[in-house]
């Protein structure tokens, strides 16, 4: 893992903080990079794949856990089902993440949102009587050992930031296992700094739900009894965007960051973010925030999607 | 330019050599990153654009130069006018590197390759008269300025490769720019390397001559008077890979380097030169070589195009 390191550069005076920095997880060298290629590796060191025959999981069309797993399969030589939770996507070109799963030989099977719990596992049950032993990766890489790849990551950033004195960290907070990796890393290394994750999925309630069970479990297994109040887990309600819509806001930031500073957002997961972070600061909430990181963990393959093109014709 | 720095990583051992070593263009962290990155901030490092009301270039639809080149007008607020050689491409939704040129605010313009040159005249013309000042870049920023970018690059690629005895390095030829650039930077420093270029759409002749030029223009331009021979400027014929076509060597070799490395080539110009480059080695050519530096030119986003995706399905 000694590899996974990604830069951080200071962005471009966007107006209205004092200093902004951005950690570039879209920069992994592996796998299109993004955040999911470093709570799968995480996961992936933690177990014996040697008696693995398949690996199972899920995700929306725009998920980029899919597409690094099916990767990191590719590269063991394991075969790997992806759901893709959305039956309409079957019927169209893979694009995207999706694309990129097929090259790395997934095999991809679609199914109705609602309807995942019941096919998932049937699929389990299937492979069960055929005799394989299946590992089942929760969708987005939602587990502690997940987490754990951000608890590490935080050395990272604590010896990329020296002297930059950064006081909040913003991100996209999905499933919740990078901001919870996060919140027990800084804790565990007694760096003072607030994490704020910016929902794009789930109702802030839901995702602090999640960080704190991650965090119970952190706490086992690191053998700690850290306390963490409500404070400690910052989710903001983005909600006014919701998943997987591209709307002119979205377009307008991945443009404007693009001019600013080079860097392409992506549309599901960063830009909407990045949009409410400039917003939020914009109306001077989080005003003891000097000098801000923000992490974007990646995503860009969701650029190249008809949804995406067709939203810059209007 | 300091930012503009990329990483070198070891390739996994691919059977075939003694260690194979990339340099990873594809991770510049500005605009997608790829060679163009380089080649077009060293040309407008050398132009006052003051005066400038409007540039205006030309390629492919692949081309990674349109691209980068509509991102860094996008970032210097220049309109951009880019004439795109495929009268096809206008009548499907943008894809790849089109997709970005278009978020990136460029003019997309199209026209039948055989056109080309007229197209292009007639609307500087146009341009003219209506009072624009014009600035027209080379397809491909194929220019002495451009070059000079990997004369430039040649420092950074010693400086990180100390220790590690590269005796050559392979490389997508399309233009030679990049080419020129890393043979003159090599004679500068007196870093004894062979460079090695493989064809993607010209003949070696052309290229070995477009090479030539530059060559004679950087002479001039440092004031040097290096004498190249027919050896320096070595260019391997891959003409039964056609630009733009993705037969199954392709996609095999994308997914292979996926398996090996967890690098992503482009199918339009690394896949098939790192193909070429394998077949070369396993054939014993260049035996010579030891320590063999790949530079990859960078082109993710050629991945992500409906001709990639139906690729996938045969």
């Given at each position: 893992m000694s590899e996974l390191i990604s830069p951080i550069t200071l962005l471009d005076?966007?107006?209205?903080?004092?200093?902004?920095?951005?950690?570039?997880?879209?920069?992994?060298p592996k796998y299109f990079g993004g955040n999911k290629v470093r709570i799968l590796a995480s996961i992936f060191s933690e177990i014996d794949i040697q008696d693995i025959t398949r690996v199972v999981s899920f995700g929306s069309r725009h998920s980029n856990h899919i597409r690094v797993l099916a990767a990191m399969m590719l590269e063991r030589d394991i075969p790997c089902d992806l759901i893709i939770l959305d039956d309409e996507s079957k019927k169209s070109l893979a694009e995207g993440n999706e694309l990129l799963a097929t090259l790395y030989n997934a095999n991809i099977h679609f199914c109705p949102s609602n309807e995942a719990h019941e096919y998932i596992d049937s699929h389990l049950c299937n492979l069960k009587k055929q005799g394989e032993k299946a590992l089942f990766i929760p969708g987005g890489g939602h587990t502690v050992d997940g987490a754990n790849g951000y608890v590490l990551a935080v050395d990272e950033i604590i010896d990329q930031t020296r002297g930059l004195d950064i006081d909040c960290i913003f991100l996209p907070t999905g499933t919740g296992t990078t901001q919870a990796g996060l919140i027990f890393g800084s804790k565990l290394r007694n760096w003072n700094v607030k994490i704020i994750g910016v929902t794009v999925a789930r109702s802030p309630e839901r995702c602090k739900k999640e960080i704190r069970s991650l965090l119970?479990?952190?706490?086992?297994?690191?053998?700690?009894?850290?306390?963490?109040?409500?404070?400690?887990?910052?989710?903001?309600?983005?909600?006014?965007?919701?998943?997987?819509a591209i709307d002119k806001d979205i377009v307008d930031t991945i443009r404007a960051v693009a001019k600013s500073d080079g860097i392409v957002?992506?549309?599901?997961?960063?830009?909407?973010?990045?949009?409410?972070?400039?917003?939020?600061?914009?109306?001077?909430?989080?005003s003891s925030c000097k000098n801000i990181l923000y992490l974007n963990t990646g995503g860009t393959p969701n650029i190249f999607t008809k949804n995406f093109s067709e939203a810059l014709r209007q």
């Open positions: 005076d966007h107006g209205f903080w004092r200093r902004l920095f951005v950690k570039r997880e879209d920069l992994l119970n479990e952190l706490n086992k297994r690191y053998y700690t009894q850290f306390f963490f109040n409500d404070d400690d887990m910052e989710v903001v309600d983005n909600s006014e965007k919701p998943y997987g957002l992506d549309p599901i997961y960063n830009a909407k973010t990045f949009w409410k972070t400039e917003r939020m600061i914009k109306d001077k909430e989080y």
